[in-house]
């Protein structure tokens, strides 16, 4: 984007200027500069459709209902569509779970209840305690239990 901007500054100032004295001020193909000065328009990187790996595509309904119903891990799940004849990568596997399925699974668990609910009490009501057993010269040598005493404020 940067250098599409330059490449037209510089050749609006300058209309002297050829391609390949653009191309080595900025040190760029001369083919870039001559797409630059060709398109009207800022170009934009556009990626394409990710496709689903060949290898995983038969096993897909399995997949889904693994990772989203069963909340199976991807390693789990990995053994088990070996054990029905996968022939694709661990990576594959992987990717389509981390690309496909967790966003789905992220919305999910947004709108689900949570399975806990936290209790809180009143500043000085809640207390922890640490148990830990010391030996403590005590008249004749004794082991005797003390607590050490934390208060929430």
Request: net charge positive; glycine share 4%.
């Amino acid at each position: 984007m940067e250098d599409w901007v330059t490449i037209r500054n510089l050749k609006k100032k300058d209309p002297n200027l050829g391609t390949r004295t653009i191309a080595l001020m900025l040190g760029i193909s001369r083919n870039t500069v001559k797409k630059a000065l060709a398109s009207d328009e800022l170009p934009l990187y556009n990626r394409g459709e990710k496709k689903i790996n060949e290898a995983v595509e038969p096993f897909i309904d399995f997949i889904k209902e693994s990772f989203l119903k069963k909340n199976l891990k991807a390693s789990r799940i990995l053994k088990d569509i070996k054990s029905k004849g996968y022939r694709g990568s661990q990576y594959a596997l992987y990717a389509y779970i981390r690309e496909i399925l967790k966003p789905i699974a992220n919305d999910v668990s947004k709108n689900s209840p949570h399975a806990y609910m936290r209790y809180e009490t009143k500043p000085a009501e809640q207390m922890q305690y640490d148990w830990s057993p010391y030996t403590v010269p005590f008249g004749v040598c004794s082991k005797i239990q003390l607590f050490l005493e934390q208060a929430y404020h």
